[in-house]
DNA sequence: TTATTATATGAATAAATGCTCATATATTCA
DNA sequence: TGAATATATGAGCATTTATTCATATAATAA
């Protein structure tokens, strides 16, 4: 992921032009870096399963690892992962701590990386 | 990504029916998995980025390299990937292979994300 | 208090991933 | 033909990441 660029292209590019013009557009568009961590975020299967269930009811933790046949362990980490982003929000009671989808937050997201991705 | 969970969550659950009515809802829910490797696929920058590009103009694999600043190799390999996924379609010119984004299938592909985590 | 239960988290590990380097495959041109 | 150019790709490497294991924190119950 983070090997950084150093130098830049040695290769006789065919049309400066059409590099210029393709450089101008993409100093618009803003954040592509934070786009590309919304879609990061949702590219693993035991978060979109997460995200599934938690879509589906409110579970606690353990009844989430239940669903999906995991450690709890595993489940609690990922979920530090969504809280992180958003995705979910919980809350407690006595022991247990119960998450649900953070609807409002999830859908601002698909629509900027829709937006983004479809227009600019 | 590919730790097997080999056993079931130990811990005594809070709430079995619950568990039980989530299960049957992700039943229903065809490909998960699926859905994570569409997000996967746009969760690095530099995709993200040739997508953008592409987006903007249709441009050969150097003017690519250019346009990010980075090698014709690295952008070539994620090319590869973005090929795989049918984002890009292109076609050759000469020495050069101009890539263009594959506008229905990138589409498709939204609606699909979006379908999925929205509603079921 | 002590024991139990539910969750969170740091460290370690294995697998995945993105880049570099070297090189192979076309294609064009002299 | 041989040289140059454009792209593709395999191997190696470093980083990231998802899980496990052990343990810490917090709340409840005895």
Redo the contacts between chains.
Sequence with gaps: ?THK?HD????????PE??A???R??DA?SD??G???????????T???I???L???E??V??I????????S?VSHQLRLLRGARLVKYRKEGK?VYYSLDDDH??TL?DQ??E?????
């Design positions: 992921m660029t830049t292209c040695q290769i006789k590019c065919i049309n059409r590099i013009r393709t450089l557009g993409m568009s592509l870096a786009l590309a961590d919304i879609f990061k975020m949702l590219g693993d299967v978060r979109v399963r995200l599934k269930a879509f589906l009811e579970l606690c353990c009844d690892a239940a669903v999906l046949e995991m450690t709890q595993a247990a999830v859908k698909f990386g829709l983004h991705v479809q227009q600019g």
